[in-house]
């Protein structure tokens, strides 16, 4: 059963930093691209961040742009988001996901995570 295990939540103060990570269990999603998504409650699922396979294409949504970074380590079968400058909108269950193909602005993906929650005080 294929899995991707998401850590790194918690509740942090707004101006905080948190660091998401996602585990892979199966080798060949090194070579996936790679999506964080939240849902805040009450609302919809949206897209936040997204890598290509080889990390050299990022995307992002613009709520987001310029305080997330996405990253990953093909090594370590992990990807990552480090979210700077937190604000309380940005509290929500976040997501990873990954998919075998498409681009980086495919929003549309095959696997998912159970989620890990971030919450941002004021």
């Known amino acids: 059963q294929v899995q991707l295990v998401e850590s790194g939540g918690g509740l942090v103060q707004a101006g905080g930093s948190l660091r998401l990570s996602c585990a892979a269990s199966?080798?060949?999603?090194?070579?996936?691209?790679k999506g964080w998504f939240r849902q805040a409650p009450g609302k919809e699922r949206e897209f936040v961040a997204a890598?290509?396979?080889?990390?050299?294409?990022?995307y992002y949504a613009d709520s987001v742009k310029g305080r997330f970074t996405i990253s990953r380590d093909n090594a370590k079968n992990t990807v990552y988001l480090q979210m700077n400058s937190l604000k309380p909108e940005d509290t929500a269950v976040y997501y990873c996901?990954?998919?075998?193909?498409?681009?980086?602005?495919?929003?549309?993906?095959?696997?998912w995570g159970q989620g890990t929650q971030v919450t941002v005080s004021s």
């Open positions: 996901a990954a998919d075998p193909m498409g681009s980086v602005t495919n929003t549309r993906y095959a696997y």
């Open positions: 199966e080798r060949a999603f090194s070579s996936y691209r």
């Open positions: 890598i290509s396979w080889g990390g050299g294409n990022t």
